[in-house]
């Protein structure tokens, strides 16, 4: 029997404390001294609370930002000096992984395997663009005016950024969307979700300790619609990067229009996995079972549609089945689980929903749904659930459930299965499987995804670009595409003469 790891000293000393939010450099209290419930997802208990910021203390955080960008030493410090600020709070991220992986765990549900990953991959991606700070180069451009003329350009911070991050993989996607605007020199304000905002209150500190500016980076808590929308409608945010639904995507980008302001948008996906008849069988099983089920299936580029070729149908999702009931669900501490809880009851409620949609509209339930015997009856456990019989037109085929729920739909053909993978209203991930890489090069390219892995998921890293087509988002993060995203160009002409 495995036992269940105790938490982190460090992770419950900062959680027994009065938590904050960090403007301006201090700790400080929402306006209205509302606050918010922070609870455990594994059993509903009550970790603690933070500040309900609303309008107000945005305005505060912005104009911190804005102090810091304009004034004060930030604007000033040099390329190299910002390097060895990023580095240092890598450094320190690393220090502390055990320690944010554990309040990740904690107030997300994610194993300890997953979370302890997460946090060493923050690491290395604040390090990925302390390379970038001496390399923002502009180009000279040879100008055919009359005259002696000298045409260069310059790559410049765009100025206050506003960041409002997802309560899936909270820690990273949080420092993903830290680390390149602060590389290039813009100052951020950062919101994380309601439901999962420990991590990042932590890395507050571990800004402060780095010795970053004050007013850098400002952190606060609250609920979408009233501070998220602060921030994405607030006149003096120059860029407002955001990863979440595409309901809540659609309507930032409407609002940026108050004052064209810049906007990248990872939003939701119903990402097509292709197995065909002649993958590596083992392989493409363990595929199939980490592209949706890996993070409680609460991942934008789950492989939640599985198309598999009419040979191996039935064959393939019985044995994914069985592979499925493999997977350990439990607590995140427990260092057997595999499967931890959805976020909340609310996500509960709607995959299980979902799931009955499914079968009320012809898809068999083969194995999973709700965990309702033990002690996991009081958490929000859902199993890993497989669905067969699902064709491309049901609504578990169309809508994002976002939990570990996929659906089998048998396909004959390349053409086919091309044509079924392309007909969803996103395009953010992909899968194939297959030894014929001449056929896995042509479906890759005619996939409508921004992302595609064959014989393999779920890998990123900071030097690639992520994003995706149509209704899954809006511009690219990670690599250069981040620091494009970041900067605006200047163009300069010199008349010599």
Not at 117 to 126: E, G, K, P
Not at 213 to 238: C, R
Not at 373 to 378: D, H, I, T, Y
């Amino acid at each position: 029997m495995s036992t269940v790891v105790q938490l982190n000293s460090k992770a419950a000393q900062f959680i027994s404390k009065p938590l904050k939010m960090f403007i301006g450099g201090e700790w400080i209290e929402a306006q209205s001294g509302k606050r918010i419930e922070v609870r455990n997802p594994a059993d509903g208990s009550l970790i603690t609370t933070v500040p309900e910021a609303d309008k107000q203390d945005v305005d505060l955080a912005v104009a911190a930002a804005r102090k810091a960008f304009e004034t004060g030493p930030w604007p000033a410090t040099k390329p190299n000096e910002r390097a060895k600020l990023l580095l240092k709070l890598a450094d320190l991220i690393e220090e502390n992984g055990e320690e944010m992986a554990h309040l990740d765990t904690l107030d997300y549900g994610q194993p300890l395997s997953t979370t302890l990953n997460f946090a060493r991959a923050a690491a290395d991606n604040f390090r990925y663009y302390a390379g970038w700070t001496t390399r923002l180069n502009g180009e000279t451009i040879p100008s055919s005016q009359p005259g002696n003329i000298f045409n260069y350009t310059r790559r410049e911070p765009l100025g206050v950024c506003g960041a409002i991050v997802p309560w899936n993989a909270p820690f990273m996607n949080a420092m993903m969307k830290l680390s390149a605007p602060l590389a290039v020199g813009n100052t951020v304000v950062i919101k994380p979700s309601e439901e999962t905002p420990l991590s990042l209150l932590r890395v507050g500190e571990l800004i402060q300790e780095a010795g970053f500016p004050n007013g850098v980076v400002n952190i606060v808590t609250g609920y979408g619609p009233t501070a998220g929308e602060a921030i994405a409608t607030h006149l003096d945010v120059d860029k407002v990067a955001f990863t979440g639904s595409t309901a809540v995507g659609k309507k930032i980008l409407q609002n940026s229009a108050t004052n064209i302001k810049k906007v990248t948008l990872e939003l939701g996906g119903k990402s097509a996995h292709i197995i065909f008849a002649d993958a590596d069988y083992e392989l493409a099983l363990q595929n199939a079972a980490n592209a949706v089920f890996w993070n409680t299936g609460q991942v934008c580029f789950a492989g939640s549609r599985l198309f598999i070729e009419d040979k191996i149908y039935d064959k393939f999702l019985t044995d994914l089945a069985d592979y499925s009931k493999k997977y350990k669900v439990g607590n995140g501490f427990d260092p057997t689980t595999v499967i931890g809880p959805v976020i909340s009851a609310k996500q509960k409620e709607r995959v299980l929903n979902y799931i009955d949609i499914g079968q009320q509209e012809g898809a068999e339930l083969i194995v999973g749904g709700e965990v309702k015997e033990g002690a996991l009856a009081k958490g929000h456990f859902v199993r890993p659930t497989v669905l067969a019989n699902v064709n491309n037109t049901m609504t578990v085929a169309r809508e994002e459930i976002f939990g570990p729920v996929v659906s089998g739909i048998p396909f004959k053909d390349t053409e086919e299965v091309i044509h079924l993978a392309n007909d969803t209203d996103y395009g953010l991930g992909g899968g194939i499987c297959t030894t014929n890489l001449s056929k896995a090069h042509k479906v890759a390219h005619a996939l409508k995804t921004g992302n595609v892995w064959i014989n393999t998921y779920n890998i990123t890293e900071p030097g690639s670009p992520f994003g995706g087509y149509k209704q899954s988002g809006l511009g690219r993060e990670n690599g250069f595409a981040s620091i494009d995203a970041y900067t605006e160009i200047k163009n300069i002409w010199v008349n010599i003469d």
